[in-house]
């Protein structure tokens, strides 16, 4: 379809319902399909691989988690491409590239070619589309930001509930190599048709404003706003928020990446260990909406706030559920955490800095938390194999969260220069 037939067919659409709403839609379907890198799906690989290729576990999280850390200094990169061509050549590239690192990491028979098949998954699962996806839905919002967002978010919560669940399966079915194939043929075939057919990188593309505004016929397009990369890295805000970010990302892959380990050392079952994942999921999926409709009534540092001090929550709560009950208490309030972490970090960024630069900041700002994500197994997988329980390091990680969830309630500011929606300052 050329470009002129993929205007005329979003402009009838939008003369039922905001083109937005279908960019939101494709840009949830693609944090679904950020699920081949992401640590859920990891965590029902670790033993398969581990046995199969005789690495510890130990071994096999550092090897992620280096993967991880060298995805994560790329992104800026990948911000600036986004910023030059549009989310929809970048994801585009994005994905099919994923389905590649799929095959490849199938295809793993030693340590080095582990970790670079990690580095691949983590760069353009976790990294690229997630970011890509975000700033789809950035660019089409302003006031519904937040709502849209958590929209878009619910692909994460989809992709918990199907991916460990589908890998399992197929693990059991063929392997967990046959089991990385597959999962990359559905990479290609549910996202590239979409984003070829469907996406339009903003909505000024259509003559189209932000949230569906009314355009005054004639009027020039205004022209997109926000501080530049260098002005946000001089606003103590960037840093502020970037460490909150870090620590949000690098303990939620932490419990993600871990919790099916926790879980049964605990003395749960397996089989209960493996459905705190679903648990988790509809939880999330439940809560957010009410995530992102809090982010556009209230005072971000609030909401920023109390989204941390669920984080501490969880760390705290996966170490004491031995029985059903605690359980499915930590699963809810995990559940939450994941409603929280997922629409905050699209959020943020745009939120604070605005539009005009939102890849560069978006890269930089999402490449020191995928640096916290890379460290987020280390700590645990240590008192694994060291003391054989993880509670008190699960109690020491919790002080993190607390700390910047007082530091943001305190100081979080929108820069000069950036418009603050209103009552959210």
């Not at 083109?19 to 799906?41: E, K």
């Not at 008190?392 to 305190?410: N, Q, S």
Request: net charge neutral; glycine share 12%; proline share 4%.
């Amino acid at each position: 379809m050329s470009t002129t037939g993929r205007a005329a067919f979003a402009g009838r659409v939008n003369q039922n319902v905001f083109y937005g709403w279908v960019m939101v839609a494709i840009a949830g379907m693609g944090i679904f399909a950020s699920g081949p890198g992401q640590s859920h799906t990891f965590s029902v690989f670790v033993g398969p691989i581990s046995e199969d290729l005789g690495i510890s576990q130990t071994v096999l999280a550092s090897a992620y988690a280096m993967a991880t850390l060298g995805a994560a200094f790329v992104l800026p990169y990948l911000g600036k491409i986004v910023d030059q061509w549009g989310a929809r050549l970048s994801l585009i590239g994005i994905v099919s590239i994923l389905g590649l690192a799929c095959l490849f990491f199938g295809a793993a028979s030693g340590y080095l070619w582990l970790a670079l098949g990690f580095g691949f998954l983590r760069f353009f699962g976790q990294g690229a589309m997630m970011l890509g996806s975000a700033n789809l839905v950035s660019q089409w919002f302003s006031a519904k930001r937040g709502f849209a967002l958590s929209l878009m978010a619910l692909g994460f919560g989809l992709s918990m509930a199907v991916h460990p669940n589908l890998g399992q399966y197929l693990i059991d079915m063929m392997g967990w190599r046959q089991a990385w194939y597959t999962m990359g043929i559905i990479t290609w075939a549910l996202m590239l048709p979409p984003l070829i057919l469907l996406v339009f990188d903003k909505p000024e593309d259509l003559g189209l404003a932000p949230d569906n505004a009314e355009v005054q016929p004639d009027a020039p397009t205004p022209a997109l706003t926000g501080l530049t990369l260098g002005e946000a890295l001089r606003h103590p805000t960037f840093y502020l928020a970037a460490i909150s970010m870090f620590f949000i990302a690098m303990l939620v892959t932490t419990l993600h990446y871990h919790q099916f380990n926790i879980l049964t050392t605990n003395g749960l079952g397996g089989e209960w260990a493996g459905r705190s994942f679903t648990i988790s999921a509809v939880v999330m999926v439940a809560a957010m909406l009410l995530v992102g409709k809090s982010l556009d009534r209230f005072k971000t540092r609030y909401v920023f706030a109390a989204a941390l001090m669920v984080q501490a929550s969880s760390l705290v709560l996966a170490s004491f559920a031995t029985d059903i009950n605690s359980l499915l208490i930590y699963a809810v309030v995990f559940g939450v955490n994941n409603a929280f972490s997922m629409t905050m970090f699209g959020y943020v960024w745009p939120r604070f800095f605005g539009r005009l630069h939102l890849g560069r900041i978006q890269g930089t700002g999402q490449m020191i938390a995928v640096v916290g994500a890379s460290l987020g197994p280390i700590p645990i997988s240590i008192a694994f194999d060291v003391w054989g329980d993880p509670s008190g390091m699960l109690h020491t990680l919790a002080l993190a969260p607390i700390g910047a969830a007082i530091a943001v309630f305190l100081f979080l500011r929108t820069p000069e220069g950036v418009e603050a929606p209103v009552g959210l300052e």
